[in-house]
Each structure stands twice: as structure tokens, then as C-alpha cells.
């Protein structure tokens, strides 16, 4: 069985490969353990929404019932924004996902496992995970995935409560291609700014499409990651945002919270922090990644 037919697809999906329109993967784990309900049914619909709208058509990776999947609707939806038994799965937990039989949300590192398996080139979330301020060794999966898959991914920077530099110095090491797309600063999530500069910068989705091409063209193995702020309406003071870091790091030493554990413990502070403006900064960071994911599919999609 090739890795493609492992994949299961919605109809919505397989129609999109018979015609040859653009898709655009999304991840689940967003929906299913990184936002509160309701906002995870609204970040689905403004996600789904902005990537239509661009061309393209929206597939939502998962494990659904131990099948890796590719498009999440109906039912399952429903089941995933319930999070009703709905485990987070990362890239070396799909394998153990599809023996027992479960349902996974898929984290930026298991998207992007599925996503190459399936053959999309395209996918948009919020901000990838990286280096962890504390302890510095811990690194994020989606680090090492992005070095191995040939994808396009927008993202909003590295998550704010993230060792930003050095998590730029592990995408260079890992020799992923990092573009700010219409700025020359990489954005820290909820911040349209860092203080960090992009070793390189695209104005237009023709530009990214045309970056990608000559990586993939020289067979490069990695992503080429589009750092695209969030709006500037929505985007919170790099200050503000610095000091809810260091308050929820702070509780988070106190309560002894590790592993897996500290990204949405830290998240859920800033969220505190700032008296939820965080959470409609995330909302809108998704909602223009998806769009501008979207239009990056369609201009691959175009002859070169």
C-alpha cells in the first residue's frame, strides 16, 4: 500500500486531487487542545473560509479512528471540537495512534508528516513550536520535521513564549529557508515584531511560489517557512506580551509544569494576562495564514 492510499480523504479532498485544484493543510490539534471552546469552532470556520476565498481548498489533517486523514468534517469535526477522547498526536505518535484505533489531533510536526505523505505542498497554522526559554534543550518536534519536508508553511513567527533567537539559529542549522513575507523582521506570534531579522523577504505569493520551486527544484529536503505578522490591528506590544511571558513562566517554575504540559500552561497565561486579547491575536493570525496560504497554493498551482 503506498503512503497515499494509507491516507484517508474526505470527498471534498479527493474531488480537489481529480481536478487538480490547490489544497491547503491544516492542522487539528489547534482545534482540538490549543484553543478554548467556543473560539476553536470559530478559528475552523475563519481558517476554512480564508482559505477558500484564496482558491485553494482546506484540508484538515488527523487520525481518525487509527486512519490518517486528510480533510475533517462533519461528525468527526464535531467530535474533535468537543474533544470528545480526542488525543494530541505528534509525528512519532501517528504510528501508535493508528494501532490502538484513536483519534488524534495533529500537532505542526504531524501535519507536516501527513501532509508530505499525502503529496500537499502547502499548509498554514498559527506559530510553530521551537527552543523552549526553559530548559534550553527542550526543542519542539516541529523543528526537525520542517528540515525534512519538502512544504511550503505559513506561520505567524515561533510562539512568543519561545526562545525566539534561538530557535532562528535551529532553523538555520537545520537548513530550512525562512522568508518574512512584506517585512524584514521576524514576527513573534503575537507581535509583528521581535527585534530579529529574516535572512530573507517575499512581497507576493508569486514570490514564495517561486522561492519553493527553485528548493525543490535543487532537491532540497527542508520547508520553506513563511513568517507572515499578524494584522497589525490585532498584534500586541512586544513589551506587554514580555512581561505575561515571564509571569506565566514564573507560576509555571511554582507548579512545576514540564513537557508537553508548559506550551499551553504558558498560553493560557499570556491569554490571562492580557485579558483574552491574546486569543483574538490568535484567531486573527490564523484566520490571514490561512489566506495567504491559500494564495501561495494557487500561484504553485499556475504554470511557472
Not at 511550503?152 to 525562512?178: F, H, M, N, Q, W
Request: aromatic share 4%; with cysteine; hydrophobic share 50%.
Amino acid at each position: 500500500m503506498s503512503a497515499l492510499r494509507a491516507i484517508r480523504e474526505t470527498a471534498e479532498v479527493a474531488a480537489a486531487r481529480r481536478d487538480r485544484r490547490p489544497l491547503v493543510a491544516l492542522e487539528s490539534s489547534v482545534l482540538a487542545q490549543g484553543l478554548p471552546i467556543p473560539a476553536n469552532r470559530e478559528a475552523e470556520r475563519r481558517m476554512r473560509r480564508a482559505v477558500e476565498q484564496a482558491g485553494a481548498v482546506p484540508a484538515i489533517t488527523a487520525v481518525l479512528r487509527g486512519e490518517p486523514a486528510l480533510g475533517l468534517n462533519g461528525a468527526d469535526l464535531e467530535r474533535f471540537l468537543a474533544r470528545d477522547g480526542v488525543r494530541k498526536v505528534s509525528a512519532r505518535d501517528i504510528a501508535v495512534a493508528m494501532v490502538a484505533g484513536a483519534d488524534g489531533a495533529t500537532t505542526v510536526a504531524a501535519t507536516l508528516a501527513i501532509a508530505v505523505a499525502a503529496g500537499v505542498r502547502v499548509f498554514a497554522t498559527g506559530g510553530i513550536g521551537g527552543v523552549h526559554r526553559e530548559p534550553p534543550f527542550d526543542e519542539s518536534a516541529d523543528l526537525a520535521e520542517l528540515a525534512r519536508s519538502p512544504m511550503v508553511v505559513v506561520c505567524a513567527g515561533a510562539k512568543s513564549i519561545l526562545d525566539l533567537p534561538g530557535t532562528l539559529e535551529r532553523l538555520e542549522s537545520y537548513g530550512v529557508t525562512v522568508l518574512g513575507y512584506r517585512t524584514d523582521e521576524f514576527p513573534g506570534f503575537f507581535t509583528t515584531r521581535s527585534g530579529l531579522p529574516v535572512p530573507a523577504r517575499a512581497d507576493t505569493a508569486a514570490e514564495v511560489a517561486a522561492v519553493a520551486r527553485a528548493a525543490w527544484a535543487i532537491g532540497r529536503p527542508g520547508a520553506v517557512l513563511v513568517t507572515n505578522p499578524p494584522p497589525a490591528a490585532h498584534a500586541l506590544d512586544p513589551a506587554e506580551v514580555a512581561s505575561a511571558v515571564d509571569e506565566a513562566l514564573a507560576r509555571a517554575r511554582e507548579a512545576g509544569v514540564r513537557g508537553a504540559a508548559i506550551t499551553p500552561f504558558l498560553l493560557a497565561g499570556v491569554e490571562r494576562a492580557t485579558g483574552g486579547r491574546s486569543l483574538q491575536t490568535n484567531l486573527a493570525l490564523l484566520e490571514t495564514n490561512a489566506a495567504l496560504a491559500g494564495a501561495i497554493a494557487v500561484a504553485l498551482a499556475a504554470p511557472p
